[in-house]
């Protein structure tokens, strides 16, 4: 009997995603194991490897398709070989006509289920997938009148493409003078990620209590030891130090000392965490990932400085596996390569707490009785005050600001 491939969940929060591209044709040999399809997630992009070794005998959600996690997506066996039944959309039993069913017909029964019949609409709402909500606006479609092929009749890119296919030609208007001001409309791909980031962030925001305490750094010992350890490590480990490896240690020693802080609220209750895994947000072109550096406490500068630096890049060539993703205790985000000098970061659920890091620049300081020209930078501290008070939050801070300014605790194991 023929494997039917399903979408897998790739992460906790994951509901749906969204095909981008089959690795393989129809009729092609696969072997399992070997990458198969590649879909966008609410987290990033990846590959998903084959579950079963034979000939792809049929694709059942085209590239664009987006589908609810566990939904057969193909199907895998040998040729001349009857394939499994399709899952019923019901929740019943195949009938005996579909048990002896040949492969065309059970497939095409498969993409049925899929594509099951419902109304596109419930409640006076139209049910539409990210992707093809975007290409119609930028297109100017009314997806009132498209009958949805997706789940539950949802409306997916596919429907939309059909619908502008058969839609009547516009009269030629005359072209308009570009305006620079005007930015193209987002892709299908970029709406999608920003649709899951806004979410996110709602929720970040209904459901909890977030407050934020700000304190300057003098980072002036901090710019001296990277200049000195820096191109020693760049010799020996291969790793350039920036001052984001540096914070992130700072944070992960003082969560260390201030437990606390590295907890999160479950049911009616705090629980201590006893793993320290700092995620490191990342900016990407049409949002943004948070790849996890797992045990920071326990591990050396270099080391944590090779992590940022290989999980930054996969997440910028959207290459992270879902388990770089998930986890994270804490964040650090740093906003100061963009000239931002302070800002209040939005925490990331679970989590109880998040750093923001701003700038470094030089500007004039009281030191004792003189004035000297100092290395500083805002540290922003938001924090869940359901998890954690304002004076333990203030005293994890100040530790984060006490390392920095003397950073040679960060070489201490």
Do not use: C
Not at 208 to 219: F, P, S
């Amino acid at each position: 009997m023929a494997t039917e491939v399903v979408l897998p969940r790739l992460g906790l929060t994951q509901e749906e995603g969204t095909i981008l591209r089959w690795l393989k044709p129809e009729g092609s040999r696969v072997t399992k194991g070997e990458p198969l399809f590649e879909v966008m997630t609410d987290k990033a992009n990846l590959e998903v490897e084959a579950p079963a070794s034979g000939v792809l005998l049929r694709i059942l959600v085209d590239v664009g398709g987006t589908v609810p996690v566990a939904t057969p997506i193909a199907l895998i066996g040998e040729p001349g070989e009857a394939a499994a039944p399709a899952r019923p959309a019901a929740g019943g039993t195949p009938s005996a006509a579909d048990r002896r069913a040949p492969k065309e017909a059970v497939a095409a029964g498969a993409a049925s289920a899929i594509a099951q019949a419902a109304p596109a609409r419930a409640d006076g709402r139209v049910k539409i997938s990210p992707r093809a909500r975007a290409l119609a606006d930028a297109q100017g479609l009314d997806v009132s009148s498209i009958t949805g092929t997706g789940p539950g009749g949802r409306i997916i890119e596919r429907d939309v493409q059909e619908a502008l296919a058969s839609r009547a030609p516009a009269p030629p208007a005359a072209a308009a003078p570009a305006h620079p001001r005007v930015a193209a409309a987002p892709s299908p791909v970029a709406a999608r990620m920003r649709a899951i980031i806004a979410r996110r962030m709602m929720d970040s925001l209904h459901t909890t209590a977030q407050l934020t305490l700000t304190t300057e750094v003098d980072m002036d010992e901090a710019v001296r030891l990277r200049e000195e350890i820096g191109p020693e490590l760049e010799r020996r480990e291969g790793v350039r130090v920036t001052y984001t490896d540096l914070i992130v240690r700072a944070a992960a020693v003082a969560l260390r000392e201030h437990p606390g802080v590295n907890a999160r609220w479950e049911g009616e209750g705090v629980r201590r965490l006893g793993e320290i895994h700092i995620g490191v947000a990342v900016a990407l072109d049409d949002g943004l990932v948070v790849p996890v550096v797992r045990d920071a406490d326990r591990a050396p500068l270099a080391r944590i400085s090779a992590g940022i630096r290989d999980l930054s890049e996969r997440a910028r060539g959207m290459r992270l596996r879902p388990e770089e993703m998930q986890g994270s205790t804490f964040t650090v985000t740093n906003l100061g390569m963009f000239d931002v000098d302070a800002f209040t970061p939005v925490l990331n659920p679970p989590e109880a707490a998040i750093l923001g890091i701003g700038r470094l620049h030089r500007r004039p300081v009281a030191v004792g009785e003189r004035v000297e020209v100092r290395t500083t930078m805002v540290a922003s501290l938001t924090f869940d005050h359901r998890v954690v008070d304002g004076a333990p939050a203030a005293q994890f801070l100040q530790r984060v600001k006490f390392i920095l300014e003397h950073p040679y605790l960060l070489l201490l194991p």
